[in-house]
């Protein structure tokens, strides 16, 4: 089995369009397993319909609860907590959306009514589509520990493309480059990174393409909307020369796109400029994973 995560040192490069894209290309010859692991904006399945067939709670750090029968309103969890979480009265109680679950009121408290609980901080999902199976999950809102959920839908269709003796696990992952992005990043065979011709995805384009040069992971790169910008199209393949990182393709601006996407289906399920040039890229990523 062969791990191809997709990522962008930026949001709105298109790196969603292109992954349900792949995955379309990938299934018709090759059994693939699917995972989106931008867990806090999931949208993967906007193009792939998926169908539910699992749901599960995701537990994420602790949060501080005072037992109202063993407070005595000594007051002394607020004086240690440094988030103003801690509302006063009768009885002591904290707001869970203030807690930062620093356990400082827990140590502090003498009288032991102070426990630190689990938190439910979102959910992940399992569900088909006419690709292959497709774990992703949903981050709720103000929560934390990204990073950790991006692991559990990561390890979960790992386990699954392994129990299916499947050929590819296709991850669709979060933009940017940290933590979330980190952990979606690990255990790949290959990193394809897209990117736009503009100022600011040439920058960050480099800062990707340099975590991924520090987990020393092997990556490619499709520019996207190459021709809206021939000259910073022409920067960003030099740029990739002179790291050695392969330009496996370059899409052009094309409104076929944004129709694909209204219809709820991927680009290359149609015909035209874009999907013959992701046809190609997909045909060169497998060279890469299939040598």
């Not at 807690?99 to 426990?115: L, S, V």
């Not at 990073?147 to 696990?169: C, E, Y």
């Not at 740029?239 to 944004?258: E, F, K, M, N």
């Amino acid at each position: 089995m062969k791990q191809l995560v997709i990522l962008s040192g930026k949001g709105g490069t298109g790196k969603t369009t292109v992954a349900a894209a792949l995955a379309h290309l990938a299934a018709q010859a090759h059994s693939v397993v699917l995972a989106d692991a931008d867990v806090d904006a999931a949208n993967l399945g906007l193009v792939l319909s998926p169908v539910t067939e699992e749901t599960r709670d995701f537990t994420g750090g602790k949060v501080a609860a005072i037992d109202p029968a063993a407070c005595v309103a000594c007051g002394r969890c607020a004086e240690v907590c440094r988030f103003d979480a801690v509302r006063a009265g009768a009885t002591y109680a904290v707001d869970p959306l203030a807690c930062e679950g620093c356990a400082a009121c827990f140590y502090a408290y003498p009288a032991q009514a102070i426990t630190m609980t689990p938190q439910r901080a979102g959910q992940w999902f399992v569900a088909n589509t006419r690709y292959g199976p497709l774990y992703h999950a949903h981050l709720f809102a103000g929560q934390e520990n990204s990073g950790k959920l991006v692991t559990l839908v990561k390890q979960m269709a790992r386990l699954r493309a392994l129990d299916d003796k499947a050929d590819l696990l296709l991850v669709d992952g979060p933009p940017g480059i940290g933590c979330p992005v980190i952990a979606a990043l690990a255990g790949a065979d290959l990193v394809l990174v897209v990117t736009e011709p503009t100022v600011s995805g040439a920058h960050d384009l480099e800062r990707i393409l340099g975590v991924a040069a520090h987990f020393q992971t092997r990556a490619a790169v499709l520019l996207n909307k190459a021709d809206l910008s021939p000259a910073q199209a022409e920067a960003i393949a030099a740029a990739c020369a002179a790291r050695g990182v392969p330009l496996v393709g370059r899409l052009p601006y094309d409104p076929a796109v944004t129709e694909a996407m209204v219809r709820g289906e991927p680009v290359t399920a149609g015909d035209g400029p874009v999907a013959a040039a992701l046809q190609e890229a997909w045909e060169r990523l497998a060279a890469e994973l299939y040598p």
